[in-house]
């Protein structure tokens, strides 16, 4: 029996007491606090005590933040339950409204700190109590150029219910309708990209067959979301004055372009070492010159495939956690304890997985589809990393606790690397070993290679899309352009394949996301040959820098392990332990 989570920690129900109470309490509160301090920050600043009373202001939002990230994850991770349901549907918009309304009222909190002139605000934070804020605020003002007046920011901020997020919504719920014919069965996504890890090629073949069929079916519905969102984009961003099309995000992320731009060159520069050399050597396994696109994370022929439990999952995770740090391990159990997971498979449920941190006053809350794979064991070790991490960073509180996504991916790929090297080392049995060696390379080239294939397909789509619209022929194109290239020639690239841009959620939902997976890999590849070549003390460094959230800058969390995103040459050392891995399988084909 697979766990579900219990929702009822953040609210009792959708039409519970708490919850409209909450609800009537965060628009009073939204109200008040703008009658209370709208255009006055600035006189603040200038009196008698502005730490005392500029601090008192920022935890009044801190509580208000908190109150209305409660609200919304919960009707978040309810209508991710079920995102087919019009009840819940009709919930999670109607709420989405109500606190867009609402939240409008605290527009005017950033914008105003972000006016006052450096010095004075400078002045105020050197003293406590406003001091603890002061890298919430030095966040907050490297927004302070791309600001725009606050009626346009209102304006921004109301429609966004109607743009965006409505252009969110469709999708979602778009995708968890389709419903794809695998030998007469219709089953909805989850389970059919699951077969493409079936041992039988052909039920791979026909799994991909039906996947390509819907998505071709439903191309124009994602041809015009994909138009729609790059549009809203380049509008925003035209508006604030961002001048490349990702670089909205690298200031989110709090990462210089510079470092993003070597990181990526970095993986292009790789592909032939890596994944052009994996898929190369896998085809050769299956005694073929080229793979099919459906083969690509095939399971390898004669070894035994079979469904791993949930508890012997669970017990893998958390023993693996426990030999580097029984404190993580006992987060980790609190997960499984207290119902913070759901892990079925169910029609209408959101595909894929994540971890949801709620909010510091809470809980996070883990989502998985687990159908008994070893990459699920590896999704359950990533989404708790995440998890542990979110419990940690908690105590920052609503403002600070929130991670920048270039350390975001740093504990769960970390959790994935502990509970691989845990089974490894328990393998003895060379065939399952070169199994589990070459589940751990697929992983790493999902991991860097396509998320970075990701991130140049969607930057060809952002800046072929400021000239018009994109033709559903032209999306496809600029796929197959960056898949060919990252993928290599092992890998032949048939019908159909075409259309599998349109089922990517990241591209929908965060433009520019997938760099974070690739720099979090990178970064855990070196941060664990820190941990390799000499451990003593690194389990309390490591553990400072989940606590930090998001009080200290990347360069400044890394420092004490030696490490330096900076350096160009960073992003060799994390790319050089997927080539050692790489030359330990082909090292395993010329002995046998």
Request: aromatic share 10%.
């Amino acid at each position: 029996m697979l766990p579900e989570w219990d929702l009822s920690h953040l609210y009792p129900g959708m039409d519970s007491e708490a919850f409209k109470g909450d609800f009537a309490r965060a628009e009073e509160e939204c109200r008040a606090f703008a009658a209370a301090y709208r255009g006055r920050l600035d006189e603040l600043a200038r009196g008698d005590k502005p730490a005392e009373a500029l601090a008192e202001v920022v935890r009044r939002y801190e509580a208000l933040e908190d109150l209305l990230g409660r609200i919304m994850s919960y009707a978040g991770l309810v209508y991710s339950g079920d995102t087919t349901d019009p009840v819940r549907a009709k919930f999670y918009g109607d709420t989405q409204e109500r606190l867009t309304t609402a939240s409008t009222e605290l527009l005017f909190f950033g914008l105003e700190l972000n006016r006052i002139e450096d010095e004075v605000l400078d002045r105020a934070m050197s003293e406590e109590p406003l001091a603890r804020y002061k890298p919430w605020v030095e966040d907050l003002r490297k927004d302070k150029p791309f600001q725009l007046d606050d009626k346009i920011e209102q304006l921004f901020h109301e429609k966004s219910v109607t743009g965006r997020s409505a252009w969110n919504r469709l999708f979602d719920e778009t995708m968890a309708s389709l419903r794809f014919t695998v030998r007469g069965e219709e089953l909805p996504i989850e389970p059919t990209l699951n077969k493409l890890q079936d041992p039988d090629e052909s039920v791979r073949r026909d799994a991909s067959d039906a996947l390509a069929k819907t998505f071709k079916a439903n191309l124009r519905t994602f041809t015009l979301i994909t138009n729609t969102l790059a549009k809203d984009k380049e509008i925003s961003d035209r508006w604030r004055g961002f001048e490349d099309v990702a670089d909205s995000r690298h200031l989110a992320n709090r990462v210089e372009r510079e470092v993003v731009e070597a990181m990526v060159s970095a993986v292009r520069e790789a592909y032939p070492r890596l994944s052009h050399r994996y898929y190369a050597l896998k085809a050769r396994w299956f005694g073929k010159d080229k793979l099919d696109h459906w083969d690509r994370n095939a399971p390898l022929p004669k070894v035994e495939q079979r469904t791993i439990p949930w508890n012997e999952a669970r017990d893998t995770v958390l023993s693996a956690y426990s030999a580097f740090s029984p404190r993580m391990a006992s987060i980790a159990q609190r997960f499984f304890d207290e119902s913070w997971i759901d892990a079925p498979t169910r029609p209408g449920k959101a595909p894929g997985a994540f971890a949801h941190p709620t909010v510091p006053s809470a809980h996070p809350y883990v989502l998985l589809n687990y159908q008994g794979k070893p990459r699920d064991v590896m999704t359950l070790a990533h989404e708790l990393g995440h998890g542990v991490h979110q419990v940690m960073a908690g105590p920052n509180g609503a403002l600070m606790a929130p991670t920048p996504l270039t350390l975001a991916e740093t504990a769960s790929v970390f959790g994935e690397m502990l509970t691989f090297r845990r089974l490894l080392d328990q393998t003895k049995d060379p065939v399952q070993r070169k199994a589990m060696l070459a589940s751990k390379v697929e992983d790493m080239i999902n991991t860097v290679v396509r998320q970075i294939a990701f991130y140049s397909f969607e930057r060809k789509v952002h800046l072929e899309r400021r000239n018009g619209e994109l033709t559903a022929d032209k999306l496809c194109e600029l796929w197959m352009s960056v898949q060919d290239e990252s993928l290599g020639p092992a890998i032949r690239l048939g019908p159909g394949y075409e259309s599998f841009w349109t089922y990517i959620p990241h591209f929908i939902h965060s433009p520019f996301y997938v760099y974070a997976y690739a720099f979090g890999d990178c970064l855990v590849n070196s941060l664990y040959g820190v941990y390799e070549r000499s451990n003593e003390g690194f389990v309390d460094r490591y553990f400072a820098l989940l606590s930090a959230g998001g009080t200290k800058h990347y360069s400044e969390l890394l420092a004490p392990f030696g490490l330096d995103a900076g350096d160009p040459s960073f992003w060799q050392i994390g790319l050089s332990m997927i080539e050692r891995l790489i030359g330990e399988l082909e090292a395993m084909e010329q002995a046998t």
